[in-house]
């Protein structure tokens, strides 16, 4: 069994920054990539970005040049930086673990969510 636990939501004004942190655990070989997905009610989640284990990157247009996935192997923890936060950002976001090797077969994960709101 794997879990994703994630942490760092809240309200924040826009303009400014939330950190969201997500880490991996349980029993596992390797894991391909991992990233963030947006869900806001009556709309389908949509991925925000990801990012391999080798470091290659992918956003959504709409948060290029304001939001910065990282991750930390190690600690198979992945991160998003989130800055100059707008109104329409608010939403769940969900963690994604994606490709995970386990001992009976290769599987995603999602997280419980954490909610974002932008507002003033």
């Known amino acids: 069994q794997v879990q994703l636990v994630e942490s760092g939501g809240g309200l924040v004004q826009p303009g400014g920054s939330l950190r969201l942190s997500c880490r991996a655990s349980?029993?596992?070989?390797?894991?391909?990539?991992m990233g963030w997905y947006r869900q806001t009610p009556g709309k389908q989640r949509e991925l925000v970005a990801t990012?391999?284990?080798?470091?290659?990157?992918n956003y959504v247009d709409s948060v290029k040049g304001r939001f910065t996935i990282s991750n930390d192997n190690g600690k198979n923890t992945v991160y998003l930086q989130m800055n100059s936060l707008k109104p329409e950002d608010t939403a769940v976001y969900y963690c994604?673990?994606?490709?995970?090797?386990?001992?009976?077969?290769?599987?995603?994960?999602w997280g419980q969510g954490t909610q974002v709101t932008v507002s003033s």
């Open positions: 990012i391999t284990t080798d470091g290659i990157t």
């Open positions: 349980g029993s596992f070989f390797s894991i391909r990539a």
């Open positions: 994604n673990a994606d490709w995970v090797m386990t001992p009976k077969g290769k599987y995603d994960y």
